[in-house]
């Protein structure tokens, strides 16, 4: 299931344009013509060579702009999405059709019309050009009729994956692992960023991957752990005798073990050993729904945030009804589990009556976090937990939307600006300075890091989109 995570959340992403080589073709060289009375220069339209992105391939394009707008080759176009193209003499259209699904989709153009019929309908479109006898169309409007996606530079021909994509995850450098949901069911997809393609689909939700990418662990419903070598791409009962609930997987970082939250109402604490799927409960409590599982940069500590129930009071009477619900001292608390203890006690290190929200270690062993009030219109806080338990603001200027610690302790933050852009910046917990990270004028909900690598998801009308960073922009995986 897809995870809600705090309503500060918010999206954007940013596409890059297609760059190109001006050439003359033969057939619209440059002419000109003299008169008696006065000598006049007529420059035929011009075509440029340039190249899109098919599927991550290059391929090449002839390109003119007419009040600098791209207009591509439609034939070439065509060519590039698997459909056929040819001029009606008859009708005097240029026809390109395709067979999706055992569906024909056409559309049909006239030179100089804004008007096209895209399958059977009439539809404005920007002005098709003629240069010499060749067809210069706008790409959007065809690609789309036919069932593809094109962002001006990324040409996919038969379309992104759909539906709800959230919670990316690094593999490696190319591979970003991404859950999905549609209206049929729920998947986790590993997604090539080259080509934007689905490389595997693992018929499971809530994967975690290992430190080295190597594998992915998840439990279905009935509580059995799997394992995923994603190498292989090979599926394996880690445990299917242990039924109890397990969410939150925080693999150690030598990928030995790995710590859950355990039990129907995520009372518990617990770890699961990858090689013979013991189950090892660590901490146990009276406090239920635990959440937040993070473990500490040196392998020794783990956190979570838990609050107490409040207590209901209900009246008198063979009827009773529920009278009252005391709320007192239940706000979210951060804890503390030692690890190199024999027995970890939690420990609780917050008492304070603000939300706490996407908390983590840092390198030097504080935790950091993101202090919120639903209710009030003040910034969320950034904040950190030192020694003696101190609490320190780093910043309380930004309009925080989510934040986290990178698998290096670093701190990360993703802030939407007053001037309706979304910036990622990195944040020095010493001197507190914000360093600019990425900026982008569409909105992102959340990111995630792995080295130099950061993917991000995006607000869309189906659920959430996933891009990821690619020369200073984001770019789309998902529609």
Do not use: C, R
């Not at 050439?23 to 013509?33: G, H």
């Not at 783990?302 to 001292?329: M, R």
């Not at 420990?347 to 639903?374: C, M, W």
């Amino acid at each position: 299931m897809k995870k809600e995570i705090s309503s500060l959340l918010i999206a954007s992403t940013v596409l890059a344009s297609t760059a190109i080589t001006p050439f003359t073709l033969n057939e619209v060289s440059a002419k000109t013509t003299k008169s008696t009375k006065s000598t006049k220069t007529v420059q035929q339209q011009k075509v440029e060579k340039g190249s899109i992105l098919v599927d991550g391939k290059s391929k090449a394009i002839s390109i003119t702009k007419v009040n600098n707008i791209k207009l591509y080759s439609a034939e070439q176009l065509s060519k590039l999405m698997s459909a056929n193209y040819k001029y009606n003499s008859k009708t005097k259209t240029y026809e390109v059709s395709k067979s999706v699904n055992k569906k024909q989709l056409k559309v049909s153009y006239k030179a100089n019309s804004s008007t096209a019929v895209i399958n059977g309908k009439k539809t404005k479109v920007k002005t098709p050009k003629l240069v010499g006898n060749k067809l210069f169309i706008e790409a959007g409007s065809l690609v789309k009729a036919l069932g593809g996606d094109f962002d001006g530079n990324f040409l996919s021909p038969k379309g992104l994956i759909s539906g709800d994509t959230f919670n990316p995850q690094w593999v490696n450098s190319s591979t970003v692992m991404v859950s999905n949901e549609d209206v049929q069911d729920s998947k986790t997809l590993l997604l090539n960023t080259s080509t934007k393609k689905v490389a595997h689909t693992i018929n499971g939700t809530d994967l975690v991957v290992s430190p080295n990418g190597k594998q992915a662990i998840y439990s279905d419903e009935n509580g059995f752990v799997y394992l995923v070598d994603l190498v292989t791409k090979k599926t394996k009962n880690l445990n299917v005798e242990d039924d109890s609930v397990k969410s939150e997987f925080v693999w150690s970082h030598d990928g030995e073990k790995v710590y859950f939250i355990q039990g129907d109402k995520s009372e518990k604490v617990a770890s699961i050993n990858v090689n013979d799927g013991a189950v090892t409960t660590i901490f146990s409590d009276s406090l239920n729904y635990k959440a937040d599982l993070k473990l500490s940069v040196d392998g020794n500590k783990l956190l979570y945030i838990v609050g107490k129930e409040g207590s209901t009071k209900f009246t008198e009477g063979d009827d009773p009804e529920v009278d009252d619900i005391d709320l007192t001292d239940t706000e979210p608390q951060i804890n503390v589990l030692n690890l190199t203890e024999e027995k970890p006690t939690a420990v609780a290190v917050t008492s304070t009556t603000d939300n706490k929200v996407f908390p983590g270690f840092v390198s030097n062993g504080n935790i950091v976090y993101l202090s919120a009030e639903a209710d009030d219109d003040n910034l969320p806080e950034l904040k950190m937990i030192g020694q003696n338990n101190e609490i320190t603001t780093l910043n309380a200027t930004k309009d925080i939307v989510s934040s986290l610690v990178t698998p290096k302790g670093e701190v990360m933050i993703l802030v939407a600006e007053d001037n309706k852009t979304s910036v990622i910046y990195k944040v020095n917990i010493s001197t507190k300075k914000l360093t600019k990270v990425v900026s982008t004028k569409l909105k992102l909900t959340s990111f995630s890091v792995s080295g130099d690598k950061i993917a991000a998801t995006v607000a869309g009308t189906n659920g959430d989109k996933v891009a990821v960073l690619n020369k200073g922009s984001f770019e789309l995986l998902t529609k």
